[in-house]
């Protein structure tokens, strides 16, 4: 019997039962992917993060995140909790990076309240999406857009919309393997924003600093500035605080580690 150290971790949380919850799985080696999939099935949580040091020293660490149904390009909220608990096992350290298969060089630094995490700035483009806003069941959308990654990202006129959402997830399933964010200006944050994702298991996603990747560049345009606050109204909620630099987009939060503990395999 194989025991595997696990910690789960409430990400863009300042205190227990908020934020968005992952488990975090530091390994000697990769085991296969079926394994992968069957812990973060069993783990039932919006993400399993799987780390095993880089030995080409491009990074620190490799980086994988599985939800119970598959695994993802990019997840945020999961590689955020990734660098609170490295950072968390060496205090002289800053900063931590990841290496990903598919969203490149992620990275996790200490910061006055929190941590900051760079994510790629997926700004997405103007694209009719009436499938997705159909089974969103949003009566009238002031912009729809689309990134490539697989993320819509659909705009409607207040945070009360926003708020009211109940979208038909079965109809949004079977669309495939996407994100669907609605967002607006916010009523006590800049921005809001819910994101929906039956398609992995995850009927409604409490804090997804991958949408936030999306969000981001969309509305540092619409604000006209380079930085601004948010909050992801799940009903474990989550403030996420957003900066664009360039082709990058960093995020801050905080964590909460609730859980330690041995997974036997």
């Known amino acids: 019997m194989t025991r595997l150290p696990i910690v789960q971790i409430d990400a863009f949380a300042d205190r227990p ?15 296969d992917d079926g394994v992968l999939q069957a812990i973060a099935q069993e783990n039932n949580l919006s993400e399993t993060a799987f780390l095993v040091k880089d030995a080409t020293g491009a990074t620190d660490y490799e980086l ?15 590689t955020l909790a990734s660098g609170h608990y490295l950072l968390g096992q060496d205090a002289a350290r800053d900063r931590v990076t990841f290496r990903t298969r598919k969203a490149g060089t992620l990275s996790v630094a200490r910061a006055a309240k929190g941590y900051e995490l760079g994510l790629p700035a997926w700004a997405p483009q103007p694209r009719p999406l009436p499938d997705i806003v159909a089974a969103l069941r949003i009566d009238r959308a002031s912009a729809t857009l689309w990134h490539d990654s697989g993320y819509a990202l659909i705009v409607v006129e207040d945070a009360a919309t926003v ?26 944050t800049d921005v809001i924003s819910r994101v ?18 999306v969000l981001t560049p969309y509305w540092a345009a619409r604000l006209e500035r380079d930085r601004f606050t948010a909050y992801q109204a799940s009903k474990r909620g989550g403030h996420v605080a957003c900066r664009l630099e360039g082709d990058r ?6 964590c909460v580690t609730v859980l330690e503990g041995i997974f036997l395999l």
Not at 196 to 213: L, M, R
């Open 163 to 188: 708020r009211g959402l109940a979208p038909d997830l079965g109809a949004l399933a079977a669309l495939g393997p996407l994100v669907a964010i609605v967002t607006a200006p916010g009523d006590e």
């Open 196 to 213: 929906f994702t039956p398609y992995y298991d995850i009927p409604e996603d409490p804090v997804t600093g991958s949408a936030h990747a």
């Open 249 to 254: 987009v960093v995020l801050g939060g905080s």
């Open 64 to 78: 994988r995140w599985f939800t119970p149904a598959a695994e993802v390009v990019l997840c945020g909220h999961a």
């Open 17 to 31: 039962f908020t934020g968005n919850a992952a488990a975090v799985m530091p390994l000697d080696a990769w085991l």
